[in-house]
């Protein structure tokens, strides 16, 4: 990791800088008596009397007077937060047990009394302390770690502006920004023209495939539901495919007991001929398939299943292929990894998860679809005191109806920002277990004394004991 030298007082001065503008701006509309806000909707202006003046005054002081507090946090933020925690000497974490760390903390309760803006501060540089340094180079953790500083400061704007992502009237720039991002990635996996949603992390993007692909095949269970249909609906998963898929067919009514796992190699990727069997043995036991996940770099060996040939059973058997990319899918954006997806293009949906791989802030998960409008027709509800048809703009920007969400984060900026801006093998002891596909790299350790043995079962008894100790 690149040493990252950031100068804070810089920050704070443009900080002040455009807060006392804005401050400024809005006590000279004070000053006429009303403040014109448009409504959004047909381009009219409200006028704000003397009361809504009077709120947005004390607005306004409440923001004057905390803005010292938010530059001594923003300075805490980046010295403690971010380059003390990069250097590799820094303690990743200073881990304590729940009862000691609580007691390290007298301020958790919630008391009566307000606490002072530097008794604020000491407190967010305690918090800092005491929770873990995911940016710090010896932060390994199985799935994201590291960060980039531009999608960083998306982050942070995205938090300052607090809108929310689902018409074009309340968010006017993310929204063609989300349309950007979006025709890119689709562009990546060759589903062009297609649909795609920003959604609260991958498990959630595997629901929505299972979601709209059932949609797809029954749309009757919308408005009738499950019992509408005639058969038990089944689908596949391989046995080293993620958990999401377990809740999701709980949290969707399809029963975890409806969920059939297919077989893998050696290196944990689906085999093909094996989910075949599956779907033959599904439909005998009366079940009607209709939804397959495959995976594009499982948890724990980063395995990538091999899309031709899973599509190709697939496609002879009519059913829905969702690929699960929240962790391996971002070497469609690498020249030199992106064969291991080869097949992509062919798949209905995938979940890719950019707070992995790429570096963006957690969360940034994308659910994207080859079928334009589905997601739209399976989500949608219509509220009309949203989604209006008459407005004075294009109402298809407005995306809130394709997503199950109401409110929905604005997590677009970081990505956008992010976007513009095998030695273990040497080393006595370590022994790797499979050869990675991706960066998951699974290994033993064994320790000097053990090495040489016999490695029978009291063996191997022992080294996981020691191993699940370090």
């Known amino acids: 990791m690149k040493s990252v030298t950031m100068k804070t007082n810089g ?3 443009q900080l002040n800088g455009d807060i006392h503008a804005a401050t400024k701006r809005t006590t000279e509309r004070e000053e006429i008596g009303h403040c014109p806000v448009s409504n959004g909707v047909n381009g009219r202006h409200v006028g704000v009397g003397a009361n809504e003046g009077a709120q947005v005054d004390e607005r306004v002081s409440t923001v004057q007077t905390s ?4 530059r001594k946090l923003v300075d805490v933020i980046i010295q403690d937060g971010l380059v003390d925690a990069m250097d590799r000497n820094t303690k990743v ?3 304590l047990p729940p009862a000691e760390l609580k007691a390290r903390f007298p301020e958790f309760p919630i008391g009566q009394e307000p606490a002072s803006d530097a008794q604020l501060v000491d407190v967010c540089k305690k918090i800092i302390k005491y929770s873990v340094k995911t940016v710090n180079p010896r932060f ?14 998306g982050a942070w704007l995205t938090e300052a502006l607090n809108s929310s992502q689902y018409t074009y009237e309340v968010a006017p720039v993310f929204t063609l920004l989300e349309k950007e991002i979006f025709n890119k990635m689709l562009g990546l996996i060759g589903f062009q023209g297609g649909d795609a949603i920003f959604v609260p992390g991958g498990s959630m993007g595997n629901v929505y495939g299972m979601n709209v692909a059932r949609y797809r095949k029954f749309p009757e269970v919308k408005e009738k539901g499950l019992y509408s249909l005639k058969k038990p609906i089944a689908l596949f998963t391989s046995d ?7 809740k999701g067919a709980a949290m969707l009514g399809l029963g975890t007991g409806n969920i059939f796992k297919v077989g893998t190699d050696s290196m944990g990727r689906m085999l093909p001929k094996n989910l075949e069997k599956q779907v033959e043995a599904a439909r005998s036991q009366g079940y009607e398939p209709y939804f397959v996940n495959a995976t594009a770099g499982t948890t724990v060996l980063g395995a990538y299943d091999r899309l031709d040939a899973i599509a190709d059973v697939c ?3 009519g059913l829905w292929l969702h690929v699960d990319g929240a962790w391996g899918g971002s070497v469609a954006v690498s020249r030199k990894y992106r064969h291991l997806i080869q097949g992509i293009e062919r798949a209905d949906s995938m979940t890719w998860n950019p707070h992995k791989m790429m570096g963006a802030p957690l969360q940034c998960s994308v659910f994207l679809t080859k079928h334009k409008g589905v997601l739209q027709e399976c989500h949608s509800a219509h509220a009309r005191y949203l989604f209006q048809q008459d407005k004075n703009y294009d109402v298809s920007y407005d995306t809130g109806d394709m997503s199950l969400q109401c409110g929905r984060k604005i997590d677009v900026l970081k990505l956008w920002l992010l976007h513009l801006a095998s030695e273990i093998r040497k080393t006595a002891g370590f022994r790797l277990i499979a050869e990675p596909e991706c960066t998951n790299v699974c290994f033993w350790y064994i320790p000097p004394s053990m090495r040489g043995q016999t490695e029978d079962s009291a063996w191997f008894d022992r ?3 020691i191993d699940s100790s370090a």
């Open 140 to 153: 390994f953790n199985q799935l994201f770690g590291g960060m980039d500083v531009h999608a960083l400061g």
């Open 93 to 95: 974490c200073e881990f």
């Open 11 to 13: 920050f704070s001065k």
């Open 240 to 246: 080293k495919g993620h958990y999401s898929i377990t």
């Open 463 to 465: 080294l996981a004991k």
């Open 315 to 317: 496609e002879r058997l």
């Open 67 to 70: 803005l010292p507090f938010l």
